[in-house]
């Protein structure tokens, strides 16, 4: 799931990098990669489409294969549930990751492991929280 645009360009600097990384390269920033950002996000007006269109252009976005769907305008509670579902989706294929490494690899995985499931069990509880009750 890519979110339009709009949706990741809405929130906190931190929010936006860490939106702009899920959507777009399907991970979480690594530190050097949050900082620059964060960074080039203070640049004033326009800063956030710029870093947008620097992620969009990238090596590895490419090498992907993303693109953003057409953008309409969207509300702060649709781009913080986009963002919540980037998060899920992200820790999901972390775990996925973890779970096809090698038996033997160590015991810090199982930690890993437990940690991940537990941020992705809270995420879903944020989640539905921010939905609401379902009919």
Do not use: C, N, W
Not at 87 to 105: K, T
């Amino acid at each position: 799931m890519t979110p339009r645009a709009s949706l990741l360009l809405q929130g906190s600097d931190e929010e936006v990098v860490e939106k702009l990384y899920l959507a777009l390269l399907g991970r979480f920033p690594d530190e050097g990669g949050r900082l620059h950002y964060l960074a080039r996000l203070s640049g004033g007006p326009g800063a956030r489409e710029a870093a947008l269109q620097e992620i969009l252009d990238s090596e590895e976005a490419r090498g992907r294969g993303t693109t953003l769907p057409p953008d309409r305008p969207g509300t702060a509670e649709e781009a913080s549930l986009a963002h919540l579902a980037l998060q899920v989706a992200a820790l999901r294929e972390e775990l996925a990751a973890l779970r096809a490494r090698p038996e033997g690899a160590g015991p810090e995985i199982h930690g890993e492991m437990v940690a991940l499931r537990l941020e992705l069990e809270a995420l879903r509880a944020e989640l539905r929280e921010s939905v609401g009750p379902q009919p």
